[in-house]
Every structure is written in structure tokens, then in C-alpha cells.
């Protein structure tokens, strides 16, 4: 299915009436800008240090076997990440649970952490948000398929400008090292809106953790964007993005 959400076409796959995630029939575009209200996650370019010079037309490095224990279930994502990351990353964010309902053979939980007040720097308010969600498959086989389909949407969209009505500016696709069996990050920007969003897509065993980091700095204090407000670097959401991964990791060791 392909969803238009704030401007930008997303690709989602229904998991029983739960939070979208992916389908794999037919390519979609990536998801990237937030809605209207408030900045939302996607993609990111230039990578943290750890990244390797991978670029678009790399191969996954994951293969058909995984030396990680598989996954049982599916911990409570908000717990996962501790409030010292999330008050730093996501400056004044609560965390709510999301919608993600079990189906397509796998288990599925996920959580968002959103600004609830202003948080004023320099004369903007510097605002964050945070998604996460972990799906645990069946075997690594259906996990790796799962990513395959996400990794596909990042390189359809690395390094291009797509214009009116999706205005948004995508960052070259970055593979990530250390982090389960392969992961891939990508950095885009609403060119309108000015928000930023990094997207990362690990897998890990049987388990695959979809992780988009928004930020957003608009002048004044304003709650939503405008062209006054400036996006994050993308250096700072890569980074971002990378960290809160490795901290989802511990939680499903």
C-alpha cells in the first residue's frame, strides 16, 4: 500500500490493521517527513563515524544465517530506551505506545517519543522526535526479506531531489557497522517544511528494528515548522539515529 502522509509517500505494509511497516510486493518511497503538526521520522546522508563508505548500489551484507539467538517476543519498546538518551536526543519528549498489532508471521511493538514542551536554544525551539519499532519474524530468513524490502526503498530515493509535491532532499544510503547482521541508514529533508529525519533499518537474527529520528529547528516559539525553521544537520541525526539503535540492541540481547 502507499501512503501519503504529510506530503511524502511512504511504504507501508498493513500488519493486521497495526502501524505500517512494509510491503514487499511493489517498490514504494521511503518514508521520510513528518505530518503537518510536528516533525516525523525518515532518512539520513552523511554518516557517523562508524559507517562504512557503502554507498546506494551496495549489497546487503546480511546472509541467509545469523549467529544471533533468535527472538522470542517482543520487549515493551518504551522501556528500551532510558531517559538519560532520550531526554538528551528528544529534549522535553514523553513516550506513548503505537499501534503496531502482530501479523504477516511476525510479532510487532513500537513507541514514540514526542515533544511536549519548548525547548528554547539561541531563539529556536530545538524540537525532537523518536520512533521505534521492533518486529520479531518467524526465522532470520523472513527478517532479512523483511529489511531486503526497506533497504530497496533507501536506494530507490539515495542521492535524489524529488520536487512538488513530495519536496524532499535525500542523503546518499549509508551502511552501518556493529550493528546485528547488517543494518543501512539514509538522511532526507523536506525541503518546505525544513524538517530532518534519519532512518535506520537493522536486522539482527530474526528481528528487524525500523528506527526514524526527527528534528526540527523553528524560530521563535513555534510548534510547527515554516521557512523560518532550519533542519538538523545530518552528521547530528546519523549520529542520533546510530546511538538510539545500539540501545534498542541491548534490550534484545
Not at 503505537?98 to 501479523?103: N, T
Not at 519548548?118 to 531563539?123: I, L, N
Not at 525532537?128 to 533507501?154: G, P
Request: proline share 8%.
Amino acid at each position: 500500500m502507499v501512503a501519503l502522509i504529510g506530503g511524502v509517500v511512504l511504504a507501508t505494509r498493513d500488519a493486521g490493521g497495526g502501524t505500517p511497516i512494509a510491503e514487499p510486493p511493489a517498490k514504494v518511497d521511503l518514508p521520510v517527513t513528518p505530518p503537518t503538526d510536528r516533525p516525523s521520522p525518515g532518512p539520513s546522508l552523511d554518516p557517523p563515524s562508524s559507517a562504512p563508505e557503502r554507498t546506494a548500489e551496495a549489497s546487503p551484507s546480511a546472509t541467509a544465517t545469523s549467529t544471533f539467538a533468535p527472538v522470542a517476543d517482543v520487549p515493551e519498546v518504551c522501556d528500551m530506551l532510558p531517559e538519560s538518551l532520550t531526554s538528551r536526543l528528544a529534549p522535553k519528549s514523553a513516550s506513548a505506545p503505537g499501534v503496531a498489532k502482530d501479523g504477516y508471521g511476525a510479532k510487532r511493538k513500537d513507541c514514540r517519543w514526542d515533544q511536549k514542551g519548548y525547548h528554547m536554544v539561541g531563539g529556536y525551539n530545538l524540537s525532537r522526535s523518536i520512533n521505534v519499532k521492533v518486529n520479531a519474524f518467524q526465522d532470520h530468513d523472513n527478517a532479512l526479506e523483511d529489511a531486503d524490502f526497506m533497504w530497496d526503498s533507501m536506494r530507490d530515493f539515495s542521492g535524489q531531489t524529488r520536487e512538488d509535491p513530495y519536496n524532499t532532499k535525500y542523503g546518499e544510503i549509508k551502511e552501518v557497522s556493529g550493528l546485528g547482521d547488517a543494518a543501512y541508514m539514509i538522511y532526507s529533508e523536506h525541503t518546505v517544511r525544513r524538517t530532518a529525519t534519519a532512518w535506520i533499518y537493522v536486522v539482527r537474527g530474526n528481528a528487524t528494528l525500523d528506527i526514524r529520528f526527527t528534528g526540527v529547528d523553528n524560530k521563535g516559539r513555534e510548534i510547527l515548522s515554516n521557512e523560518n525553521s532550519r533542519p538538523v544537520p545530518e552528521e547530528e541525526m546519523l549520529k542520533g539515529v546510530e546511538e538510539i539503535a545500539k540501545e534498542v540492541l541491548k534490550g534484545l540481547s
